[in-house]
């Protein structure tokens, strides 16, 4: 297996062909050896938003409005439509009885809208099923007997277009499994906030007594914040990838390092004031995912609310 190149060390290795740097760009690759494509992102919102769209490009579209469904058809229908109509006229060619004209114009019709419709392709394989039914020959000669060169040139028309049916299946897939592993890094990335963030919030319930907490109770919030392999901060130190990166590593979450710093120093006030910027440094990200769940919720035949 080749290895890529790249000119960073890699912060984090979300997959062999998506890498991210020290700086939190992910970077994307695609294809092998000369053909490699390289693409950075500064989000993990586009990449997945390109990869759900080329997955709708090859295999389709179905979105449901009401109780009805609006059907788009992907390039893997529009192929497999091609295969069945070219099938259906070689079949009705090679029937053992001479073919009517309106057969012969129908059939002929079928090559010409086809060719058509592949229409301005650089793909190899439709290139060449395209080339092939530009130059079908004649359906009979000038004594009137069929030509067998129609039924092998349809043959190898329909080779052609299968191996590009093949192709976007694999590349489906491909984009399928990358498109899963940015998904599951997002979201894992956004369990990490949401956890530190209410964390943060039980921490600031206990400064809203008449007293300041002691110092014990301020010792155990330093403790899991910052202290120990589960604390708080390795959690967010493990986020690496933009544009989530950019916000843990912000002034306001890392002054949460210096908590057991305050608590030695006696100072409540920059104790409290640590949490109160990290808990708000992180809220975008907690309303954001929020607002996403609630325009999941929909309502039943019932009329009661369900996700």
């Not at 002054?255 to 710093?261: A, C, I």
Request: with cysteine.
């Amino acid at each position: 297996m080749e290895k890529l190149k790249v000119d960073f060390e890699p912060a984090q290795r979300i997959s062999r062909k998506m890498l991210v740097d020290p700086d939190g760009a992910l970077h994307v690759f695609w294809g092998e050896g000369e053909k490699q494509k390289h693409h950075p992102f500064d989000d993990l919102d586009t990449p997945i938003r390109q990869g759900s769209n080329i997955i709708e490009r090859y295999q389709g579209l179905v979105v449901k409005i009401g109780r009805q469904e609006v059907r788009i058809a992907g390039e893997a229908q529009q192929i497999g439509a091609w295969v069945s109509q070219l099938q259906q006229a070689v079949s009705r060619f090679l029937e053992p009885r001479e073919l009517s004209l309106a057969e012969q114009k129908h059939i002929r019709a079928t090559f010409g809208q086809i060719c058509d419709n592949i229409g301005q392709v650089t793909n190899d394989a439709k290139v060449k099923a395209q080339a092939r039914l530009r130059t079908m020959p004649s359906l009979t000669d000038s004594q009137g007997r069929k030509n067998t060169q129609v039924a092998v040139r349809t043959g190898e028309t329909v080779v052609d277009l299968l191996k590009r049916f093949d192709d976007i299946h694999a590349k489906t897939w491909g984009v399928v499994l990358r498109t899963r592993k940015l998904v599951e890094e997002k979201m894992r990335i956004e369990r990490i906030i949401v956890n530190v963030y209410n964390c943060l919030g039980k921490f600031l319930m206990k400064f809203q007594d008449s007293q300041a907490p002691d110092k014990k109770t301020l010792e155990n919030i330093a403790k899991q914040a910052v202290g120990g392999k589960a604390n708080l901060m390795a959690g967010l130190e493990s986020i690496k990838v933009l544009p989530y990166f950019k916000r843990v590593q912000s002034r306001e979450v890392r002054r949460l390092r210096r908590l057991p710093e305050y608590v030695e120093k006696g100072r409540v006030d920059y104790f409290h004031t640590a949490l109160i910027g990290a808990f708000k440094k992180l809220r975008p990200v907690v309303k954001e995912r929020e607002a996403r769940q609630i325009k999941k919720l929909t309502v039943n035949d019932n009329g009661q609310l369900k996700r």
